[in-house]
């Protein structure tokens, strides 16, 4: 199975467009800031790579203020070896304009707008630090349309594609295979049950699609309960004979059943999401 220019193209421009969602509001002192937010609480930091941690910790910026994030990773730093504040500003100051750079169709055009930013900002070791991986699978992509291009058959395509991969280190084989299977895997999403479980079976075998069958079913059944649970919530909130102290009671005793003590965070962080949103519809 291969991964498109398309497919890539995806992953590079969703990654732009959700960082454009970040929001960027005046920090809380907070002298005994936790280093995980409350969403973070059932998860440990991700140390692979730097990148990796650095994107653990922007991984709740859609619910944090940005100062509070680097706050967080100030504490974290001071007990981890590597971790540099200092470039991790500079990454977030990299993200804030990678997404003023928005979608566009021209992939050449975009990657190269990308380099250009990451020239800006960081050193070339940081640039190999950071960035390496991502950079070279854009570069894959671009290779892959080009051969598609001077191919004179699909066979040749096919010979001159293969050669090309070869040429990866096994990192990036790993990577790359890791992309395409992720982007098969997604494709899945539009089919009726039974076609998608023999598509998935052949990506990653029976026991691994019984796996993902038994989670697409939890999180419906998690969708199911939070919509109903909203619906809820929100007749307690409009109820005015209630006061705010017993709207919040009623409302923690609606939640409390429904949901375990993981979905509870989850299901706080998406009030809050709700609340954001209504607070900014007229």
């Given at each position: 199975?291969?991964?498109?220019?398309?497919?890539?193209?995806?992953?590079?421009?969703?990654?732009?467009?959700?960082?454009g969602?970040?929001?960027?509001?005046?920090?809380?002192?907070?002298?005994?800031?936790?280093?995980?937010?409350?969403?973070?609480?059932?998860?440990?930091?991700?140390?692979?790579?730097?990148?990796?941690?650095?994107?653990?910790?922007?991984?709740?910026?859609?619910?944090?203020?940005?100062?509070?994030?680097?706050?967080?990773?100030?504490h974290?730093?001071?007990?981890?070896?590597g971790?540099?504040?200092?470039?991790?500003?500079?990454?977030?100051?990299?993200?804030?304009?990678?997404?003023?750079?928005?979608?566009?169709?021209?992939?050449?055009?975009?990657?190269?707008?990308?380099?250009?930013?990451?020239?800006?900002?960081?050193?070339v070791?940081?640039?190999?630090?950071?960035?390496?991986e991502?950079n070279?699978?854009?570069?894959?992509?671009?290779?892959?349309?080009?051969?598609?291009?001077?191919?004179?058959?699909?066979?040749?395509?096919?010979?001159?594609?293969?050669?090309?991969?070869?040429?990866?280190?096994?990192?990036?084989?790993?990577?790359?295979?890791?992309?395409?299977?992720?982007?098969?895997?997604?494709?899945?999403?539009?089919?009726?049950?039974?076609?998608q479980?023999?598509?998935?079976?052949?990506?990653?075998?029976?026991?691994?699609?019984?796996?993902?069958?038994?989670?697409?079913?939890?999180?419906?059944?998690?969708?199911?309960?939070?919509?109903?649970?909203?619906?809820?919530?929100?007749?307690?909130?409009?109820?005015?004979?209630?006061?705010?102290?017993?709207?919040?009671?009623?409302?923690?005793?609606?939640?409390?059943?429904?949901?375990?003590?993981?979905?509870?965070?989850?299901?706080?962080?998406?009030?809050?999401?709700?609340?954001?949103?209504?607070?900014?519809t007229?």
């Open positions: 199975m291969r991964m498109t220019t398309k497919g890539l193209m995806l992953l590079s421009v969703v990654s732009i467009v959700a960082a969602a970040w929001i960027w509001t005046v920090a809380r002192d907070s002298s005994n800031l936790a280093i995980q937010a409350s969403s973070q609480q059932d998860t440990q930091v991700d140390e692979a790579s730097l990148r990796d941690t650095f994107d653990y910790f922007l991984s709740d910026a859609s619910q944090t203020d940005v100062k509070t994030i680097e706050q967080r990773f100030e974290y730093s001071d007990s981890s070896t971790m540099d504040p200092v470039l991790f500003k500079k990454f977030i100051q990299y993200k804030a304009a990678l997404a003023e750079l928005g979608a566009t169709d021209d992939f050449s055009a975009l990657h190269q707008q990308i380099l250009a930013l990451q020239a800006h900002f960081f050193t070791e940081e640039q190999q630090r950071l960035f390496a991502e070279q699978m854009r570069e894959l992509a671009l290779r892959q349309k080009e051969l598609k291009q001077i191919a004179q058959s699909p066979a040749e395509y096919q010979q001159m594609w293969q050669q090309e991969l070869a040429q990866l280190s096994p990192e990036l084989q790993e990577s790359y295979h890791n992309a395409n299977l992720l982007t098969a895997l997604n494709e899945t999403n539009s089919m009726d049950a039974q076609s479980f023999l598509v998935r079976e052949s990506l990653v075998g029976a026991e691994a699609s019984q796996r993902l069958a038994a989670l697409d079913e939890k999180r419906a059944q998690f969708e199911q309960s939070v919509q109903s649970y909203m619906l809820a919530r929100a007749e307690i909130i409009e109820n005015e004979s209630l006061s705010e102290y017993d709207r919040k009671q009623a409302i923690a005793e609606l939640r409390e059943p429904l949901f375990d003590s993981r979905q509870i965070r989850r299901v706080e962080a998406l009030e809050r999401i709700h609340d954001q949103k209504s607070a900014l007229p």
